[in-house]
């Protein structure tokens, strides 16, 4: 598990990086309404991606984690050839009913159908446990789009439709360069029968995963309605900030608890799975919280420092509240959604989405027209938080979750004795350059680091202790 992690992390991690720099860079070339035409462009592709492939991703880990023999790929690859002919139908269909988006709305349904291709290869390679290529697949893609950025930008001055171009030939130019490893070795050839439970237990996971999606884009839909795109450009630019550093990680620790989970269930071994979910939730809790901490804390002097002028302001009001909705929905996808994938239960997780959904719309409906950006931020914190007890209740109908409060004693007193000292120092720095906001995170990190240790947060001083006794010379012989 630790092994796992640790290489989904340092994708995640190295992916994130390029993404904090796109946000840092095309922040300061481009204004709020550039922006916000990739925001509304990358949201339109992922909500058609769910739609169009999401039973794909889906069925993955679930039908091949077994390792019983089970190979998606032939059957795969003819589904994704059936369904190009949505291209051409859903460009004229949205053009019909959204003519603003026509410009980079075919950019957009590219996009969408290269990220299901691309999310197909990482699933396979999660679910064959292979963490290496899913490492550099992962990396090379983020640089690909980040350099295909700078030159549609700044050579061609494309503006955001050049960012909603770069980052689909990323997804495309990255599939092709691992195809060899994907489609190596001898393949089973395309099964009506695998389809068919493909498509059976899929299906309703891409519903549900559809209403995640919607979720998840709907503010951006909201404020580009109401408030234009210029509006959506700088909540957007927020929100990429924050994901680029809470999102990830909780991914790459997520990416590791669904097979291992898979496999228990499938060994009958109960104990092990559920202690295995209490250490995921710890490790997950131990990554995640104190981040979200130190978000709030730096928040402002961090839009200022990374995002242009134009956007920081705002950002320095939305980041502390996107961060911890950010938490809430990591804490819902990567843990409580194992327990509907576990045992195939994908009606009890789009009661879930449905659930979040309505009550975000309702929310946004009701908050936006009063407080504008922020009340975007707000009706997230309450649709996310609200989800939380929701899947919970439904996990009892599934695969029920172990309730220990162990994982979130031990990481909230980490937390809470990182975040003063870390408080203190910020404030005792006016300013808002490298250093001011350098000095407050290395605090953090060290404080965060010894309590850590001290309370065994995810075993870690058990595992330091491990290695030193392992590592320990042995006495010499008489």
């Known amino acids: 598990m630790v092994r796992q992690v640790s290489s989904y992390m340092l994708a995640n991690i190295v992916s994130a990086m390029f993404g904090f720099a796109s946000v840092v860079i095309f922040t300061r070339l481009l204004g709020p309404s550039e922006y916000g035409i990739y925001i509304i462009g990358f949201s339109i592709a992922a909500m058609i991606s769910s739609l169009a492939f999401g039973w794909i991703k889906a069925s993955v880990v679930p039908f091949t984690a077994h390792d019983d023999g089970a190979d998606l790929r032939v059957t795969t690859g003819f589904a994704f050839i059936a369904l190009i002919p949505l291209v051409p139908i859903l460009y004229f269909a949205i053009s019909a009913f959204a003519p603003q988006y026509q410009d980079y709305l075919l950019a957009a349904i590219l996009l969408a159908f290269g990220i299901g291709f691309f999310e197909f290869y990482l699933e396979t390679f999660r679910a064959r446990?292979?963490?290496t290529p899913y490492l550099w697949a992962t990396v090379i893609r983020a640089a690909l789009a980040l350099a295909l950025s700078l030159v549609l930008v700044l050579v061609f001055d494309l503006g955001g439709t050049g960012l909603v171009l770069s980052v689909m030939t990323?997804?495309?130019a990255t599939s092709l360069i691992f195809a060899s490893m994907v489609w190596q070795h001898q393949r089973k050839p395309f099964d009506p029968a695998m389809l068919r439970a493909m498509l059976v237990f899929g299906l309703p996971m891409t519903v549900s995963g559809a209403v995640f999606v919607l979720q998840s884009m709907l503010d951006r839909f909201?404020?580009?309605?109401?408030?234009?795109?210029?509006?959506?450009g700088i909540y957007g630019a927020s929100a990429d900030l924050v994901r680029q550093i809470i999102l990830f990680p909780g991914v790459a620790i997520g990416t590791a608890v669904a097979p291992i989970a898979v496999q228990l269930l499938a060994w009958g071994e109960k104990a092990e799975l559920d202690q295995h979910l209490v250490d995921s939730t710890e490790m997950l809790l131990g990554v995640l919280a104190p981040a979200v901490a130190g978000l709030a804390i730096i928040a402002a002097k961090l839009a200022s420092l990374v995002l242009g002028p134009d956007f920081r302001l705002d950002a320095a009001n939305l980041i502390p509240l996107i961060a911890l909705a950010w938490l809430f929905r990591s804490f819902s996808y990567q843990l409580l959604h194992v327990s509907f994938q576990i045992r195939k239960t994908p009606g009890l997780m789009l009661a879930q989405g449905l659930a979040i959904l309505a009550i975000n719309a309702l929310a946004l409906?009701?908050?936006?027209?009063?407080?504008?950006?922020m009340g975007a931020a707000f009706a997230l914190v309450i649709s996310e938080?609200?989800?939380?007890?929701i899947g919970y209740l439904l996990t009892r109908r599934a695969y029920p979750l172990p309730l220990d409060p162990r994982p979130f004693v031990k990481v909230g007193l980490a937390t809470l004795g990182m975040a003063v000292p870390t408080y203190l120092v910020d404030h005792a720095l006016p300013g808002a350059g490298v250093l001011d906001i350098a000095l407050p995170v290395l605090v953090g990190v060290l404080t965060y680091g010894l309590c850590a240790y001290a309370l065994d947060i995810a075993?870690?001083?058990?595992?330091l202790k491990t290695?030193?006794?392992r590592s320990a010379p042995l006495p010499a012989s008489r």
Do not use: D, N
């Open 385 to 389: 938080a609200a989800g939380i007890v």
């Open 170 to 172: 990323s997804y495309f």
């Open 365 to 373: 409906f009701i908050l936006v027209p009063r407080f504008g950006l």
């Open 459 to 463: 075993g870690i001083r058990s595992r």
């Open 222 to 232: 909201v404020l580009a309605g109401s408030l234009g795109e210029h509006a959506a």
């Open 129 to 131: 446990q292979q963490t």
């Open 467 to 469: 290695l030193r006794t």
